[in-house]
Every structure is written in C-alpha cells, then in structure tokens.
C-alpha cells in the first residue's frame, strides 16, 4: 500500500478529493487478524461508535489482540467495562504523568498486525470525525510499526504509562 493521506469533510465543505478518514479507518481495522494497537488521546467509548462497533465486529469473527493507549484513567475503564466479554484479548494502558497538568498523551495512531498504520491529528471521537478539519497518514510500514512501538515502550518503562488492571 502506497501511503495516503484521508480527511474528514466538515458539512461546511464539499469533498472533492482525497479519501474519507472514518471509511479508511475502518478499512484499516477489519484488516485486523492477529492484532490492532489503539493510540488515542480522546476515544469515544460508546458502544455505537463506529471504532467500537468495527472492534467488536473483528472480536467476534476472529479474536485479535487489541492493545490500547489512552490518556486517562476513566477512559481506559470505560473500554475495559465496554469490552469485557473480550478481556483476555485486552491489554490497557493508561497516562500516569500528574506532575504536571500540561503532560498529556497525545498520539492519535492505530496499527494492525505490525505494519498498517494509521498517524494522524484526529481524536477518535465524534466531534473530530463529524465536524472538525482533521487528516490522517495511511502506511503499510513494519519500521514505523517498530518505532512507534519502541517509543510506547520507553513511556511505559518510565511509569509515564502504566498498565490497566481488571
């Protein structure tokens, strides 16, 4: 897959080029097989969402893996409690930095099976999906994957991040 990047298209603006970032992150998870790594500052966990309802399908069908990154407590007990009946397959990771209110973990990234990733600025949330002016990279990467990933693990084994417990 050649990288590409997609947009959101606020209902002020007409699309006229380019690829729809809602569509192609959807695209993007029902690749999922064997795992898909959620990096998100702001996640909509409700259950009709369409990240959640395209989780939930590739669970049922095939029981990847998911991995997910967020930046606060409360969402990552949100998604446990949305995805229990899945919580062998769940491994939670939450941003533990209070030292400073500024501190935030705020990477908006998905990965599936180690090498399609999606990087970009949109939150995975309504608001930035529906309404705000967001895009997103689209790449077939295993040496983005790795970085990205050596990364996520440098903030967990500083304690920056720290690992849900059901």
């Known amino acids: 897959m050649d990288p590409r990047i997609s947009f959101t298209w606020p209902s002020k603006v007409e699309s006229s080029f380019g690829t729809n970032l809602v569509d192609d992150i959807n695209r993007l998870v029902k690749k999922t097989k064997f795992e898909v790594v959620i990096m998100a500052y702001n996640l909509n966990v409700k259950s009709n969402f369409f990240l959640q309802k395209t989780l939930k399908e590739r669970l049922q069908k095939l029981g990847p893996k998911i991995k997910l990154y967020c930046d606060n407590y409360s969402n990552a007990t949100t998604f446990a409690d949305l995805f229990y009946d899945w919580k062998d397959n769940l491994e939670i990771w939450y941003w533990t930095d209070n030292s400073d ?7 908006k990234a998905i990965a599936v099976d180690k090498h399609n990733l999606y990087i970009g600025s949109a939150n995975f949330s ?8 967001e895009c997103g990279l689209f790449l077939d990467s295993p040496e983005c994957y790795e970085s990205l990933m050596a990364y996520v693990g440098k903030l967990c084994h500083s304690s920056l991040l720290s690992r849900f417990n059901y």
């Open 101 to 107: 209110s500024y501190s935030k973990f705020h990477i």
């Open 126 to 133: 309504e608001t930035a999906m529906d309404s705000s002016a």
